[in-house]
Structures are given as C-alpha cells and as structure tokens.
C-alpha cells in the first residue's frame, strides 16, 4: 500500500517476528513495518483486535512492539539497527519482557 | 414530596453509602441516597480494593472479628450482586501477603502479628510468617532482596471501581432514589422525622443514616453524633495491563482482574486532593521493583491520590444517637472490605431501628471519652 518516496540510503535488515525485513538507516520501527506491508504490529489487550502504526509521533500508542526482548515500545520513535529484533505484541504484554 | 416518602435517608453516595441503601431497600425500606456531585471528593474512586484481613484489629480485638465477618460474606454478597445487576466485581479470595525486603522489616511484622494475636479475645485469623521459600513457591517472581513475609489466606481483592458502579445499578433495580448535587447542609428532627437540607431544597426521612465518610464530622453532630476524623492523603501508581503473572494481592501491589498492576500504600497528612507527591510514587515505585524485579520495565499508565476516609483511631464507628433516636453513624476507612457487612448485617439494624450492641457496641464514638465515661 505505501511506496518509499526515494529509496537511497544504507540499508538495515531486521527481523519481524523471526522474518527478515529490508529497511533503511534512518527508519523507525513503525516506518519500516509500513513499508514491508506489515498490516499489524500488534493486538489489543482488552478485544484482541489489531492495530498499526497510526500517527508516527509517539502520541496514539498504537505500534506497540517488542524490540529486542522489551515490550511495548513506541515503533515510531525507535529507528532501526541492524539485526534489530522485533516481535508483534499479542494481547498484554508480558511482565519482565 | 410528602413527609412520608422516604423510611431511610442515607447521606453519602459513596461505597459506604450505596452498599448500605442496598441493604436497607433489600429489608422493604424506602430509601433516598443524598450524595454530593461529580467533584465530591470520593475515595470509592480512588481505593486501593483490597478485601484486606491481616493487620486489623491491632488495639481493638473485635475489629478483627468484625472484619472477617465481611470478608466470609463477600463471596455471597458479590454473587447477590451479580444476580441482581449482571456485572461482576471480580472478588477473590486467594490469600494475600505483606512482603519484607529485610530481616528487620520481617521482624517487626512478625512483632506486629505478635502483638495482635496476644490481644485477649482475639480472633485467630491463620496470618503466618513464611521464609523466603515458602513466599516464592507462591509468589515465584518476588526479587532476591525478598526475605519472607505474612501470609494471609482470608485474604482478597475486588475490582472496586466496578463495585462502585454495580452497587449503584443494585440501588436503581431497588428503587433506590439517588439524588445527585444534593449536599446536606442541616439535619433537625421534628414532629418525629428527619428533615435535610440540601443544596436543593429539603428532603424529610423517618431515619438517617449518615454515610458520608470524612464529611461524618460535621454532620454527627448535627444528630446527637460525633464522627471524629484525620482525613490522609495515598498516592497510587497503575501500570500497563500484563500478562497474568501476581496470583496473590500484596498489600501494597496487585495485579486487577484487568491486568493492570496497583503499587501504593502510601500516607500524607496533606488533603489536599489536587496535589500529587512525585517523590511519594517514586518511592512506590521503587519498593515494587525490588519485590517484583520483573516490573522494571514496565510502563506506568496513571498515577493518582486520594484522601483515606479515616476515624481518628483508624477504627470503624457505628452508631446511634440517644439525642435524635433513628439518627446512625455509618463510618469507616475500609468501606471495600467491610461492604458486606455494611449491606448485609448493618443495613438491616437501622431497617429495625436499633443497632445489635452484640455485634457493633466496641464500634461506638463513645470510646474516644473513655476518661469522660468512666
């Protein structure tokens, strides 16, 4: 559904739920979930209904990830690194993760 | 609205309040709830929804009596509950702990547990210090600087603020009449009934019970009464919803039936319910990573403080005016926990007319003039 307005820049391989995804340097996680089309990056913890990266400004809470093993962390305003593990979050985040 | 209309009328919309209008509309009373408005201060928004036995009854024995009283009968009263309203306030009653971070803090709860189990005419309430093995089979990601704790079984825990709002839907299937914005002013009594007045106007009951929580000191005394209070301030701090991993309450952490974590027990003298102490949390904070390591990590989604309703001995009082004979004092701190009791035994006192001196004689005012009495 998205295309990258330019496609230079070094690139980054990460990992989404074990799955090797093409990004950039200079992406942030939600970013680069976007463009891999990635439609959901997480469930919620009352419905179990998904949700995605919505406002890409650390405001809605919505791209709630797992990056490297921490939980809930705001994709849009992690940028990516290489090897970077990133898991969807299933429901309530797990305590201690 | 003619004299007559109203058997009961009970000041105060809160957790005291609403489960004691359910329990006198259940005896066939008539009964208008007269409560303050949206920005009341109410701690039965605030709470920390422990249905919480250990520790009570330290200086007053029958306290302790009194309590479990309410803690057998929550899981019937919330059972009532779901009946008549359909919602589920999430009581359990798995056992819950007092956590020490060292031997000098495990030492002084075992000296606590001491001093109250000592008290002549002391119920046994199975509270037990466990060594640190024993709290980790039970609770098994409690942090390294754990070294033991107290343990409870009678202990519980509830989703308050549901419980808040199931007992008000309970109160409209009773027909209940709840009048919002309407802050009692002045009680008299004349020609045999109670007339209030109220910000909006005057409302006239046969009885009054007044459930008002810290506002009991002005009102007691209106009646014949004396409600003395130290309102104090907690601070709670709410975590993101996780995962179930707490199966136990702690006095001062829990995890709700909604995943959300609670961390507070603190205290303040300040009443001021606007202001919030960062440090206060902090500290909260800091205790609960050290006892759940775990939580480190975790992301704090609220924080709040609340003004405690509490007597000045920290005791409940129930009682009677000699004065103005159907005028009642409902009052106490832990309006969570003894619920039941205040629906199912006390309810149906002031629905007779005279409370059971069996059951809440130790409970009265009259204990903060021993010397005058004596």
């Known amino acids: 559904m998205y295309k990258r307005l330019d496609e230079a820049g070094t690139a980054v391989t990460i990992t989404v739920d074990g799955r090797q995804i093409a990004a950039r340097a200079g992406d942030t996680v939600a970013a680069a979930l976007i463009a891999a089309g990635i439609a959901h990056c997480r469930t919620t913890p009352v419905s179990g209904a998904p949700r995605a990266p919505y406002c890409l400004m650390g405001v809605c809470f919505e791209c709630l990830v797992t990056v490297d093993g921490i939980g809930s962390r705001q994709g849009c305003l992690v940028p990516v690194r290489e090897g970077m593990a990133v898991e969807t979050q299933v429901g309530k985040r797990e305590a201690g993760r | ?374």
């Open chain 2, 1 to 374: 609205m003619a004299a007559d209309d109203y058997d009961v009328a009970v000041v105060g919309g809160g957790l005291v309040g609403v489960a004691t209008a359910w329990g006198l509309a259940r005896e066939g009373c008539r009964v208008v709830v007269l409560d303050e408005g949206d920005r009341a201060m109410r701690a039965s928004r605030g709470n920390f929804a422990l249905v919480w036995v250990q520790s009570k009854g330290l200086g007053l024995p029958e306290y302790a009596g009194w309590t479990i009283r309410s803690s057998n009968a929550w899981a019937g009263f919330a059972q009532t509950l779901k009946e008549e309203t359909g919602l589920d306030v999430a009581f359990q009653r798995p056992g819950g702990f007092h956590l020490a971070l060292s031997e000098k803090e495990l030492e002084a709860r075992a000296n606590v547990l001491r001093r109250l189990h000592n008290q002549p005419g002391i119920v046994d309430y199975k509270t037990e210090i466990l060594d640190r093995a024993q709290v980790a089979k039970m609770l098994p990601d409690i942090g390294s600087e754990v070294v033991g704790g107290s343990f409870c079984p009678l202990d519980g825990h509830v989703n308050s603020l549901r419980l808040f709002r199931t007992l008000h839907a309970a109160i409209k299937t009773r027909s209940v009449t709840y009048l919002p914005s309407h802050r009692v002013e002045n009680i008299t009594k004349e020609g045999g009934e109670f007339r209030l007045a109220t910000e909006q106007g005057e409302i006239r009951a046969g009885k009054v019970a007044l459930a008002a929580g810290n506002a009991n000191m002005r009102l007691a005394p209106m009646v014949g009464l004396e409600a003395p209070m130290k309102p104090e301030r907690g601070q709670i701090v709410v975590t993101e919803r996780l995962r179930p991993f707490l199966n136990h309450p702690v006095v001062t952490l829990r995890q709700t039936d909604e995943g959300t974590v609670m961390i507070g027990d603190s205290k303040e003298e300040s009443v001021d319910p606007a202001g919030l102490t960062i440090g206060v949390s902090a500290t909260e904070a800091e205790r609960a990573v050290r006892q759940f390591p775990l939580l480190a990590n975790v992301n704090v989604v609220r924080t709040w403080s609340a003004i405690r309703v509490m007597t000045q001995d920290g005791f409940p009082i129930y009682d009677e005016s000699e004065t103005h004979p159907g005028a009642f004092t409902v009052c106490c701190h832990s309006g969570v926990t003894l619920a039941a009791n205040h629906a199912l035994t006390v309810a149906p006192m002031i629905a007779r007319g005279a409370l059971d001196k069996s059951l809440v004689a130790p409970f009265s005012a009259r204990r903060f003039h021993v010397q005058a009495a004596g």
